[in-house]
């Protein structure tokens, strides 16, 4: 609606406090406009407001959960806020299960393809075989890494309390992975390709760090 009628935000983050002005600043001319955008900024405040409920009560719910050591752990990483480390922890469930990473990946359906005919073989795009969940999740995750390494506020109180041998993990991945997304953009691989190719490896440093924690029985 808003570029409709030539009233674009142009600030560097969208929904964040800066842009929450700029909306609240928005009036139209005509009652029937104003109306229309009244009912636009209440829904997504409602929405909003849906969202702060829904999470404050998965937060009093991991307080007792079994997995709940593993979504603070899965915290600890670039990338994975609380509701993503729960959606982890809730489709993955304890990591112990993995018996090596690549059974992970492959779970995930972040392995390529591959087609064989007598003696040649060759790989092809991920199977995505796997939890769509999980693996979206991650993707969006890896998105966070084309920027450089280093200890973000959000971060760094995510990681308080934690076990250092976790967070040590959580840091790899960051020096790791950062440089990673950076060569390969370096080589002309297209965003979305190296985005799945930072998902993969950061499945491997999440079954890392999920296997440190210990399970309540």
């Known amino acids: 609606m808003l570029l409709r009628h030539g009233k674009p935000y142009t600030g560097k983050t969208s929904w964040g406090p800066t842009h929450e002005k700029f909306l609240a600043r928005i009036a139209f001319d005509h009652p029937a406009q104003q109306i229309a955008w009244a009912e636009y900024r209440s829904t997504v405040l409602e929405a909003g407001q849906r969202v702060d409920r829904i999470t404050q009560a998965l937060r009093e719910q991991v307080m007792d959960w079994r997995l709940g050591k593993l979504v603070q752990a899965l915290m600890c990483f670039k990338g994975i806020d609380f509701v993503a480390a729960v959606t982890l922890a809730a489709e993955l ?10 059974k992970l990946m492959a779970y995930l359906g972040l392995v390529p393809s591959e087609f064989s005919s007598g003696n040649s073989r ?10 769509s969940h999980v693996r979206r999740m991650l993707v969006e995750a890896a998105w966070c890494y084309r920027y450089s390494a280093r200890m973000s506020r959000p971060v760094t109180e995510r990681q308080e309390g934690q076990p250092r041998s976790v967070c040590e993990v959580a840091w790899r991945a960051q020096l790791r992975l950062c440089t990673r997304y950076r060569r390969l953009c370096a080589r002309g691989m297209h965003s979305n390709k190296i985005c799945v190719a930072v998902a993969r490896e950061l499945a491997a440093f999440l079954w890392e760090a999920g296997r440190l924690v210990d399970y309540p029985a």
Do not use: V, Y
């Open 122 to 131: 060759s790989q092809g795009s991920i199977t995505k075989s796997g939890n």
């Open 93 to 102: 469930g304890d990591l112990h299960r993995f018996e090596h990473p690549k």
